[in-house]
């Protein structure tokens, strides 16, 4: 980088982005088996949803090099939500300065609507929003593919969320391919108070290290989600056979939106799961039905793109 406009290697911007950090469910998840590092190799197919946090990040002041100067604020969460170095945002913030060896005086705002903790992804979509503000705010055009390769050493789900839409996940979820996107349904989440911890859930499963399961077939699978949600839909999530049956309330919840959608299962590892109905099915009764005190719910659209900056 040239030193055009520095004083002393430091430059004022004052430039801030908006972005939203949409979450995401599980349209399918099988495990396919334990590595030996111990990390679960899976298959996965990923939907953004329409159900979004939003962030603010500003760019007070841009050096070179050496460890950002990051501070952050959180609204919402209840209280879940550390404002700190182990909060996702704080972590992709620091990583994407140490890759680009760019550096400075970073100000993060997170607006959180994605319950935690709930297998919507909402941490790594968050890292996600905060990558694609700092290639904004740095001016350094990465591609969505450098982007991506950033985001998996922050977590799994990250890189999905930079291109988001509806993708199919292998290896330990980061190995991504686009799937035709979803554009129609409704999708009723569910969550209970309770939270649910991903490691300990996979942590659960009885799996031995040659486990062959059969995988999913894309070429079934690709025009079913052009007409989806319906009946024959073949997908599952392979993780309610270890929540499921020592949550006596989820398991509830699960069985009851079986009953009512075309496609209904866990989000990820839990606590939220997920009712998928057809566009312009009337939902009143359903969502009345499924009130009772200190349950999240909430309808949300299918989301054809991953985090987006909404004003710059
Ligand atoms: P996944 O399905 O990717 O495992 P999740 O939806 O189950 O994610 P998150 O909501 O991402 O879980 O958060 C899990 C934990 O991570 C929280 O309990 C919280 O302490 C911590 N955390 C760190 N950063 C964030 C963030 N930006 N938003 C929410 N939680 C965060």
């Known amino acids: 980088m040239n030193d055009v406009g520095f004083t002393r290697g430091r430059k004022e911007i004052g430039r801030t982005v908006g972005v939203r950090a949409p979450a995401k469910v599980n349209l399918h998840l099988e495990v396919l088996r334990q590595r030996h590092d111990g990390f679960h190799e899976i298959e996965t197919i990923l939907q953004a949803v329409s159900l979004f946090d939003e962030l603010r990040v500003t760019l007070i002041e841009q050096y070179q090099g050496g460890e950002p100067d990051i501070a952050m604020s959180v609204d919402g969460g209840d209280g879940k939500v550390p404002a700190d170095e182990t909060n996702l945002c704080w972590k992709a913030a620091r990583k994407f300065c140490l890759d680009t060896r760019l550096s400075g005086r970073i100000q993060i705002h997170l607006e959180k609507h994605i319950p935690t903790a709930a297998g919507l992804g909402g941490g790594s979509s968050d890292a996600a929003a905060v990558l694609v503000a700092c290639n904004r705010l740095f001016r350094t055009n990465l591609d969505p593919g450098e982007l991506e390769i950033m985001g998996a050493g922050l977590g799994s789900d990250v890189p999905f969320f ?83 049956p020592s949550q006596p309330l989820l398991q509830r919840l699960v069985l009851e939106l079986k009953q009512l959608a075309p496609v209904a299962m866990l989000c990820g590892s839990g606590s939220a799961a997920v009712g998928i109905f057809t566009e312009g099915y009337d939902l009143t009764e359903i969502v009345e039905e499924f009130k009772e005190p200190g349950l999240f719910l909430k309808v949300v659209g299918p989301h054809a793109a991953g985090v987006e900056i909404t004003d710059d």
């Open 162 to 244: 930079i291109r988001g839409g509806t993708a199919i996940g292998r290896g330990t979820g980061t190995d991504l391919s686009p799937l035709p996107a979803v554009r129609t349904g409704q999708f009723l989440i569910v969550k209970p108070a309770f939270d649910l911890k991903t490691p300990e859930v996979y942590g659960n499963l009885k799996m031995g290290l040659t486990v062959n399961s059969a995988k999913a077939n894309i070429r079934v699978i690709r025009p079913l989600l052009v007409r989806f949600p319906q009946k024959s839909w073949p997908g599952f999530n392979r993780l309610e056979d270890v929540v499921l």
